[in-house]
């Protein structure tokens, strides 16, 4: 089992700049990959990043790229996400979670760290 703790949310003008951290414990070598998603009120969760193995692989999603930077830190077991150029549209409650093969789900998930842009 692997348990995840997101930290780093909270509220920014548009334009700025936030760091997610998600801090893994407990079976962390199984953890084939670890994504970002994020849920804003009515609408459904969306993937953000993700990151594989070593760190060599990464995934964003377009309304992300180039602005998002999904990183690896697996001595810490910590999973960073560098949000750039914010949006009002980014605000959302971001989820990371564990993805222990690549035959498996996403099958373990943090608490969610809340993330607001003020226009």
């Known amino acids: 089992q692997v348990q995840l703790v997101e930290s780093g949310g909270g509220l920014v003008q548009a334009g700025g700049s936030l760091r997610l951290s998600c801090l893994a414990s407990?079976?962390?070598?199984?953890?084939?990959?670890v994504g970002w998603f994020r849920q804003a009120p009515g609408k459904e969760r969306e993937f953000v990043a993700c990151?594989?193995?070593?760190?060599?692989?990464?995934v964003y999603a377009r309304s992300v790229k180039g602005r998002f930077t999904i990183s690896r830190d697996n001595a810490k077991n910590t999973v960073y996400l560098q949000m750039n150029s914010l949006k009002s549209e980014d605000t959302a409650v971001y989820y990371c979670?564990?993805?222990?093969?690549?035959?498996?789900?996403?099958?373990?998930w943090g608490q969610g760290t809340q993330v607001t842009v003020s226009s």
């Open positions: 979670a564990v993805q222990p093969s690549a035959n498996s789900q996403y099958d373990y």
């Open positions: 990151i594989r193995g070593s760190g060599g692989f990464t």
């Open positions: 407990g079976r962390t070598s199984s953890m084939y990959a």
